[in-house]
Structure formats: C-alpha cells, structure tokens
C-alpha cells in the first residue's frame, strides 16, 4: 500500500506562486503515473497534471497549461508541482495520486478525476486571494 504525503500548500496573493511535493513510499512507483488533482469546495475533484512513469509524459489541463510544471524525481519517489501566475479560481485542496492501473494513459486517469482505489494523499489547501 502506497503513502503519500503533500506539502508545500498555502495563502498567495493572486500571481504568485507556490511549489508543492510530494513524497511517495510504500510502492515502487517507478511503473505507475503520478499526479495532481484538485477539487474545490462544492465541486467535483479534477486533474490537474501528470506525469507518465515510463516515458516521463506529461499531461495538464487546460486551466494549468502554461502556468503550472509537474516534475518527479525518481530517486526520491517524489513528483512536484510549480505553480506560477496563480489565480483566484485556482483556490482548491490539491492531492497528489498515484494511478492503481499501470497501464493507463496519463492524461485518461487524469480527465476522469482519478479514481477511489488509487492511492491518494491526505490533502494540501491552496488559497489564493485577489
């Protein structure tokens, strides 16, 4: 059973930035996608990016493209995310994932919102202010 544990959330003011981790154990991950989602209050949750463990691909959805990186490091077991130009409407609780299905196509997992039995973490608030 994976662990994964994000850090790096907060309060910025519109157009800043913030960079989350997050670290994984527990599961060689070197086989399955990680990513970042995302879900706001009163709505449903939503891929944000990922990236592929095979070939190191990358998705992101349209709202981030542009604005936000997703990297990993592989000798940690970490994947991280950089936020730049942040907006208000970005405001949510990031969770960091790791897909159940090793042979699924990043950006599917992705634009269906991840699914409940992949390994999830406990969450990271963002909040940002206009």
């Known amino acids: 059973q994976a662990q994964l544990v994000e850090s790096g959330g907060g309060l910025v003011q519109a157009g800043g930035s913030l960079r989350l981790s997050c670290a994984a154990s527990?599961?060689?991950?070197?086989?399955?996608?990680m990513g970042w989602f995302r879900q706001a209050p009163g709505k449903e949750r939503e891929g944000v990016s990922c990236?592929?463990?095979?070939?190191?691909?990358?998705y992101y959805a349209d709202s981030a493209k542009g604005r936000f990186t997703i990297s990993k490091d592989s000798t940690k077991n970490a994947v991280y995310l950089q936020m730049d130009s942040l907006k208000p409407e970005d405001t949510a609780t990031y969770y960091c994932?790791?897909?159940?299905?090793?042979?699924?196509?990043?950006?599917?997992?992705?634009?269906?919102?991840?699914?409940?039995?992949?390994?999830w973490g406990s969450g990271t608030p963002v909040t940002v202010s206009s």
């Open positions: 990236i592929a463990s095979r070939d190191g691909s990358t």
């Open positions: 527990g599961r060689t991950f070197s086989s399955y996608s």
């Open positions: 994932a790791l897909d159940s299905r090793p042979t699924r196509r990043c950006s599917s997992w992705a634009l269906r919102g991840g699914d409940d039995e992949d390994a």
